[in-house]
């Protein structure tokens, strides 16, 4: 009965055959440990065959799902119990197929009778479908043990050693007993991390060995659980003259019986570290291809060998450290927290390994249509790479189902702060980007700020005579970005470490430039290197924070000049670089207030405490919003034509309300002496629901020059609602630093300390009413 293929088990149910039946202790602790929640529950029944249990757990509450991935077992449970309340019967094979009909809301209780011994990949599987679990939810594993049965059955049964490994993944684990089967109860899944361990010392001068890395046609890699309850990659010493490839691909066939040809092992890093006071030098070898299915002929040193979701590593418990550390290399981020070590890559590009699973294909297609639908993706190639290139291979650490979420960034990096500095931008904005590009085949482009999917993207759109260059001043990113693209990527992105603010290496620049450029990081600068590596009629792209609003704005190059073509409301992570800064920052009344100046000089502040402390005046703009308001250009408008703009910010909330403003936000400002006016929504119509709700757009002022304020920054919002609400955007040109003002164009101009930018909105060949002018302070 030790049956692992499909067949055998539809074959099994087809002939009538069944299995133990459910028995009264197994009922009775079922229901004295996971009774469904008073307002019900829903529970997932794996490996269902007739479906005994998953009736049994609708009369404890529950809703199931019960899947088996023999057809003739639902066929049966079908028939033996028709029409049942409370059971959807669905053929699945939770072990390899795509998941896409369970739940996408998860399960309160998920039970597996009779299952776990059969699983060739069970801590994967029971990785995966505990992350399925609702909060405070349950996995039920109940399995023969292995004691209590004869030695030909050993198979179908587990060992003590075996529950104890299952249950030390989770934060809670209940051994009990029902007659002559062990019944676990887990709660807190992937609830320790994984740690680096050693083996115990070894004779001799110094180590060397090759360490192999292999991945199925589902991308999930091959590590085995040894006698000592570890986790290690296939692995040994070289023997003799034996290369590195030659004696990773020996070692994969003698410890996993996997066949590999030395022409698809390549040596992609040489690791350095010590073992117990030993030096110890490892070759990790990436092997591209083999054959076989994976055996343990080795079984004094292995118990089993299991293929992994990469996403899952971090949650592995105990590895070699060889083993982590070669996992790291070849996918760096993979598991973060490993001891720091001499690692060397090498510059040997190998071929890109395939292999991905169903689910990442159909979550892959619906975050394409879902771009698509939104109005991100009019072109037909930029369409095309999304459906192609594979996003979750350039964050492996992420879940697919995050990774492929139309409207989320994957953070990949934080500062010691925690702090986002590199991601995986939202799928929307990242077609957005590039298709404000004009991107045609063969272009060459320019790529500030790496990671390799949205490199891979634009190398997809160019195809095979385009190329991509790609920089970041992150050495860890590039070796991301390099190992990724070396991965899975087209074989036409390079990739190097520096200050991407200052351009590509001038051997990457092609002659005449770039044909288009993408800053991939928010800038508070326009770096005069951008603009001259642009070919003329080129097109660049950026997220620029004007006043610390941020605009993704496309400029198309005329000689000196950028002229914009598009804006898209985004956020990306800060510049790191030599042209990132901090804003100007001024606390209020202890802290419970912050102005911020983004762009421009910090404004003297001498006597706005004493003002906030006095009477508030308020005016009314007259501009009712509803709940889908977009006021994005308002916040622009009033950044790019207020002279005194700044931002008033409630920083910490100490219950005073002065300003109405909620703790994390901040609100458009114009600052005089000792005066302050500011911009803030009021409810003027409570719905019944947000989206039947109304707001007004209220100016609130303090000191004396406050009512002057307020009628200027009244006006301002009527100025922008009558001429460019309806959607127009701003014409703004880019030109050098030190251009004189007889060269620039009619409009607002906001300086900067590499570029001076001009803004010219509809409407603004009149004059607002003149600013308050400033005296000194006394």
């Given amino acids: 009965m030790g049956y692992v293929v499909r067949e055998e088990w539809q074959q099994h149910y087809a002939d009538g055959k069944g299995f133990r039946p459910l028995g009264d202790a197994e009922r009775v602790l079922l229901a004295e440990h996971v009774r469904a929640p008073e307002s019900g529950g829903r529970a997932l029944d794996v490996g269902s065959g007739t479906g005994e249990l998953a009736i049994h757990l609708t009369t404890l509450g529950y809703e199931v799902d019960a899947v088996d991935f023999a057809f003739s077992a639902i066929e049966r449970a079908r028939r033996e119990h028709p029409e049942p309340e409370g059971v959807r019967w669905m053929c699945l094979d939770v072990e390899n197929a795509d998941p896409a009909g369970l739940h996408p809301d998860g399960y309160d209780l998920i039970t597996l009778r009779l299952v776990v011994p059969f699983l060739l990949d069970r801590s994967r599987v029971l990785h995966r479908l505990g992350k399925r679990l609702r909060p405070g939810g349950a996995l039920v594993i109940i399995t023969p043990t292995a004691e209590r049965m004869a030695k030909e059955h050993r198979d179908i049964a587990l060992d003590e050693t075996e529950i104890r490994q299952i249950g030390g993944g989770w934060k809670e684990s209940l051994r009990l007993d029902a007659e002559d089967l062990a019944v676990l109860v887990l709660r807190g899944c992937c609830h320790t991390g994984t740690t680096a361990v050693e083996k115990p010392p070894t004779t001799g001068h110094a180590l060397t060995g090759a360490v192999a890395v292999v991945t199925d046609p589902s991308g999930r890699v091959l590590l085995g659980r040894t006698t000592r309850g570890v986790w290690e990659l296939p692995a040994g010493k070289t023997n003799g003259s034996e290369d590195f490839a030659a004696a990773a691909v020996r070692e994969l066939f003698e410890e996993t019986g996997l066949t590999a040809a030395a022409s698809d092992a390549h040596v992609v890093t040489m690791l350095v570290d010590d073992s117990h006071g030993m030096p110890r030098l490892t070759a990790v070898v990436r092997v591209t291809a083999f054959t076989g299915t994976p055996t343990n002929p080795e079984e004094r040193l292995f118990d089993r060998w299991e293929w992994h979701d990469l996403h899952s590593l971090a949650c592995l418990g105990p590895v070699f450290t060889p083993a982590a550390q070669s996992l790291e290399a070849v996918w760096p981020g993979i598991l973060p927290g490993l001891p720091a070590i001499h690692s060397h890559p090498l510059a040997t590009v190998h071929p890109p390994v395939p292999g991905e699973p169903a689910e990442a294909v159909r979550l892959r297609e619906q975050m394409a249509d879902a771009v698509i639908g939104g109005g991100w993706a009019p072109s037909e190639p930029v369409r095309e790479a999304l459906r192609i290139v594979p996003r979750h291979r350039f964050a492996p ?219 508030r005046h308020e005016v009314p703009t007259g501009l009712v919003m509803g709940f889908r308001f977009d006021f994005s250009s308002l916040q622009l408008y009033a950044a790019t034509t207020l002279p005194g703009f700044c931002r008033l910010a409630a920083h910490v909330d100490k219950g005073s309300g002065v300003t109405l403003i909620a703790e994390g936000s901040d609100a458009p400002a114009v600052l005089a002496d000792r005066s302050i006016a500011y911009l803030v929504h009021v409810r003027t119509h409570h719905g019944d629901t947000p989206q039947e709700s109304e707001w007004e757009f209220v100016v609130h002022a303090f000191g004396d020059q406050g009512p002057r304020l307020a009628q200027q920054l009244r006006d301002t919002v009527r100025a922008w609602d009558r001429d460019v609400r309806a959607g127009s955007e701003p014409a703004l040109s880019v030109h050098p630093a030190g251009t004189p003002d007889h060269r620039l164009p009619a409009g607002d101009v906001l300086d900067k300390p590499l570029c001076r930018l001009v803004f010219q909105w509809p409407g603004r060949d009149g004059l607002l009413p003149a600013p308050v002018t400033w005296r000194s302070a006394r």
């Fill in 397 to 615: 650490e992420m879940d697919l189902r995050t990774t492929y979420d139309d409207d989320l960034a994957v953070v990949t990096r934080r500062d010691d702060a925690g702090r986002a500095i590199s991601s995986v931008s939202a799928p929307w904005l990242q077609a957005d980007m590039i298709e404000g590009l004009r991107l045609t085949p063969g272009a060459h482009v320019y790529e500030a700020g790496s990671g390799g999917y949205n490199a891979e993207l634009i190398a997809h759109v160019v195809g095979p005579e385009g190329s991509v260059v790609s920089g970041d001043i992150d050495p860890y990113v590039v070796r991301r970005t390099q190992r990724f693209t070396a991965e899975a990527g087209s074989g036409r992105v390079t990739a190097f470490q520096g200050d991407a603010a200052f351009g590509a290496p001038t051997k990457l620049v092609p002659r005449g430039g770039f044909d288009a450029s993408v800053i991939t990081y928010n800038v508070r600068d326009i770096s005069p290197t951008w603009r001259e590596q642009l070919a003329e009629d080129g097109h660049l792209v950026l997220p620029l924070e004007i006043h610390g609003y941020t605009r993704a704005i496309s400029f198309q190059r005329r000689g000196d000049v950028l002229h914009s073509r598009r804006f898209t409301y985004c956020g990306f992570v800060r510049d790191q670089g030599r042209h990132g800064r901090t804003a100007p920052l001024v606390d209020l009344l202890d802290g419970e207030l912050q102005l911020r100046f983004e762009d421009g000089p910090q404004l003297p502040t001498t006597g706005l405490e004493d003002a906030l402390r006095g009477p």
